[in-house]
Nanobody, 117 residues
Framework: QVQLVESGGGLVQAGGSLRLSCVASGSIRSINTMAWYRRAPGKQRALVAT???????NYADSVKGRFTISRDNAKNTVYLQMNSLKPEDTAVYYC???????????WGQGTQVTVSS
């Protein structure tokens, strides 16, 4: 069994910054892709950023240049540095990771990010 636990959400003013963390624990052999998604009020969950095991990153157009995804494989942790936050970034942010050898994916419980104008 694998667990993903996010932290770092909160309330911030527009233009501010937050750093989210997600730690994977449990029966881990190796981690493939780690990613962040978000669900804004009244909208479906959407991809924010991904970080593959090969070191490639990908971002949603809406966050390019403002958000940075990184990972520490030794700590089974993925981070999301969010700068220049906008009210439209308000959402519940979810961590996702897929694991070898099955490729099965797991979700964290989510952390709320609220950006006030």
């Amino acid at each position: 069994q694998v667990q993903l636990v996010e932290s770092g959400g909160g309330l911030v003013q527009a233009g501010g910054s937050l750093r989210l963390s997600c730690v994977a624990s449990g029966s881990i052999r190796s981690i493939n892709t780690m990613a962040w998604y978000r669900r804004a009020p009244g909208k479906q969950r959407a991809l924010v950023a991904t970080f593959t095991s090969g070191g490639s990153t990908n971002y949603a157009d809406s966050v390019k240049g403002r958000f940075t995804i990184s990972r520490d494989n030794a700590k089974n942790t993925v981070y999301l540095q969010m700068n220049s936050l906008k009210p439209e970034d308000t959402a519940v942010y979810y961590c996702y990771a897929s694991f070898s050898p099955t490729g099965r994916g797991y979700w964290g419980q989510g952390t709320q990010v609220t950006v006030s104008s």
